[in-house]
């Protein structure tokens, strides 16, 4: 299997509905004209929060979905690196996302701004959601727990840290406290086993 057959399996197991859900969501914001400068509080506010909440649902369907962990489990390659090939196509197309809707501040400094929220916002509710999948071991109860931690940035979080620098750095510590643990039981097979429930 070559490199890029590889990539294709990972995509298929991964969902490509699942994948293409963050860049897509991003485009319909940015098409409904909410993501344009002069859309206002609420344009910014959508722009910035609905993408990063798509993000995290959909790892935490990429976490849950694998059905045949146990089969990994017994394969050369680690099933760290299944998932990690998996989380990074993810990934890429949260990243894409990011640059649609901050696409529609360019030439303003802001979309720089925007770029960098909505991929921190993305990544901690993405690490979030990989945690709870894996902890309890349901792609329904994983993606409470990510609208719980959307809530919380956005109601509390927010409150506390009002200069975007401020937000962006307490949003990528907060990624890492869930990311770290999601990986050792990923990487353990901990939480995982018999795969994702509904």
Not at 90 to 108: D, F
Not at 112 to 125: D, E, I, N, W
Not at 130 to 147: E, K, Q
Not at 163 to 183: K, Y
Request: hydrophobic share 60%.
């Amino acid at each position: 299997m070559d490199h890029l057959q590889l990539w294709r399996y990972e995509a298929k197991r991964a969902g490509r509905h699942v994948l293409a859900a963050p860049p897509l969501v991003a485009a319909l914001v940015l098409a409904s004209g909410l993501g344009l400068r002069g859309a206002g509080f609420a344009g910014a506010w959508v722009a910035q929060a609905v993408p990063p909440l798509v993000a995290g649902v959909a790892a935490a369907a990429v976490a849950g979905g694998e059905r045949a962990v146990e089969l990994h489990l017994s394969l050369p390659t680690p099933l760290g690196t299944t998932f990690a090939r998996r989380l990074g196509l993810l990934g890429a197309a949260v990243v894409l996302g990011a640059v649609i809707v901050a696409a529609g501040l360019v030439p303003s400094a802001e979309a720089v701004t925007r770029f960098a929220t909505v991929c921190a916002f993305g990544l901690m509710l993405g690490a979030a959601g990989t945690w709870a999948a894996a902890v309890l071991r349901s792609v329904a109860a994983a993606s409470t727990v990510v609208l719980c931690a959307w809530f919380a940035q956005l109601f509390v979080l927010d409150r506390f840290f009002s200069a975007p620098a401020g937000r962006i750095g307490a949003l990528l510590v907060i990624a890492t406290l869930f990311a770290v643990p999601a990986a050792r039981r990923i990487i353990e097979g901990r939480g995982l086993l018999g795969g994702g429930q509904e």
